[in-house]
């Protein structure tokens, strides 16, 4: 018997490019057997286009749920309840900007019915803008995805590269669903949804990406997250807020973690990147104050394993 698939859609005033989104859907072989909808109550026109989808959806057999949230919840407190209600084996989470290639679903769903024990998977994304017009690089070539970090994911070593860098965009993801009791609730921060999900699915099981590119990925003004986000704050105001961010993601890791069943080796990863940025995160002003401390953590490794190497190390030694 084929899976089960669902499709978990979120939607927020995003009447410009939805109706391509949704009928991307429907052009699926197989089509999903469900598709659920929370949007976050839109002001546009987004309420009527998805109204209008429904019965047409309804019509070639899909099951739709769809849900207007009684007031804004933002996007992590949407996805965690779009999720909930996904019953399929295999759950794709799905922007409202973007299109997927009639292949998408077939061609994910064959890998993890190949392999029962993948938990994860993504692919590449052709990029395009607001006018649908192809972008020069992919969305690992603009990630800097290359053959390095793809033959990791390959050899089952995906939750160290995931612990080293953010690299799964949740357009392009999809899931088994019994990765959800793991992770959910979604943390109401720090994490976006997608690096939280596919890393609880890399601690207790294979995670892959595909080379292939199954989804136009829309950059334009209005994205919420991902290569089309502005980030306004100076550099080292930023650098600062990101490791204490990155300080606090690996706490709420470790805890989930302990709730879990994982391998010793995983616990221990995760701990110890909790511990490399609880030193980063609390290095002293002084730079001569600092020097043992980065130089013990260079020793260890997790500069290397955690960050990049000899430049993370260099920036806390001179940073202001």
């Known amino acids: 018997m084929p899976l089960t698939t669902s499709i978990a859609m979120c939607t927020y005033n995003g009447e410009r490019f939805l109706q391509a989104q949704l009928d991307s859907l429907l052009t699926q072989r197989p089509l999903p057997d469900q598709i659920v909808i929370r949007d976050d109550v839109s002001s546009d026109g987004t309420g009527e286009i998805l109204a209008a989808f429904v019965p047409k959806a309804e019509a070639l057999g899909i099951v739709v749920d769809l849900q207007v949230n009684e007031r804004n919840v933002g996007y992590r407190r949407n996805f965690d309840g779009a999720l909930r209600a996904c019953t399929g084996e295999v759950i794709f989470l799905c922007d409202q900007d973007d299109v997927w290639h009639a292949d998408k679903l077939s061609r994910m769903c064959a890998e993890f019915e190949a392999r ?68 959910l609730p979604l943390p109401a921060t720090e994490w976006v949804h997608d690096a939280w999900l596919v890393t609880l699915a890399a601690l207790t099981g294979r995670v892959d990406s595909l080379r292939e590119s199954l989804v136009d990925y829309r950059l334009h003004g209005g994205n ?97």
């Open 116 to 183: 029962p024990g993948l938990l994860a998977l993504h692919s590449d994304a052709r990029l395009i803008d607001g006018e649908g017009r192809s972008l020069p690089k992919s969305l690992f070539e603009s990630l800097g995805i290359g053959s390095h970090e793809l033959g990791m994911m390959h050899r089952g070593d995906g939750l160290g590269l995931l612990l080293k860098r953010k690299m799964v965009t949740g357009a392009a993801m999809a899931i088994r669903r019994r990765v959800l009791g793991d992770a």
């Open 224 to 320: 919420q997250l991902g290569l089309g986000g502005n980030d306004p704050l100076p550099r080292s105001a930023r650098r600062k807020l990101q490791l204490q961010s990155e300080l606090k993601q690996s706490e709420m890791l470790v805890e989930r973690a302990q709730a879990l069943v994982v391998p010793r080796s995983a616990m221990a990863l995760v701990t110890s990147r909790r511990d490399h940025f609880g030193v980063r995160a609390g290095l002293p002003a002084s730079r001569v104050r600092r020097l043992p401390q980065v130089l013990g953590e260079m020793a260890t490794g997790n500069y290397l394993r955690f960050g990049r190497g000899l430049l993370s190390a260099a920036i806390d030694l001179i940073r202001s």
